[in-house]
């Protein structure tokens, strides 16, 4: 079992910043691969970035590419997603989520954090 908690969403303006934290306990926190999620109001989850336990490998969706980035720190048991050039469209609630093998669908991760709220005004 893990417990995840994330932190540090908010209001931002257009072409603002926010870095985004999820805090684990529990399980062996990094053995697990971690993926930082997001939905919008009337849209599916969809995929943001992910990273290997090892913090070697790393993925990103294409609409958040050179403007996110993930990162762990595997003695604080936290991931973190550093989010600049924000965009109106980037608004959405951001999950992060553990799952035991590397991978990029939603439906692939075991545990969930409850969200945290970012919203970015034009």
């Known amino acids: 079992q893990v417990q995840l908690v994330e932190s540090g969403g908010g209001l931002v303006q257009a072409g603002g910043s926010l870095k985004l934290s999820c805090a684990a306990s529990?399980?062996?926190?990094?053995?697990?691969?971690m993926g930082w999620f997001r939905q919008a109001p009337g849209k599916e989850r969809s995929v943001v970035a992910v990273i290997s336990w090892s913090g070697s490998s790393t993925y990103y969706a294409d609409s958040v590419k050179g403007r996110f980035t993930i990162s762990r720190d595997n003695a604080k048991n936290t991931v973190y997603l550093q989010t600049d050039s924000l965009m109106p469209e980037d608004t959405a609630v951001y999950y992060c989520?553990?799952?035991?093998?590397?991978?990029?669908?939603?439906?692939?991760?075991?545990?969930w954090g409850q969200g945290t709220q970012v919203t970015v005004s034009s």
């Open positions: 989520a553990a799952a035991r093998k590397w991978a990029t669908r939603h439906q692939a991760y075991d545990y």
């Open positions: 529990g399980d062996t926190f990094s053995s697990y691969t």
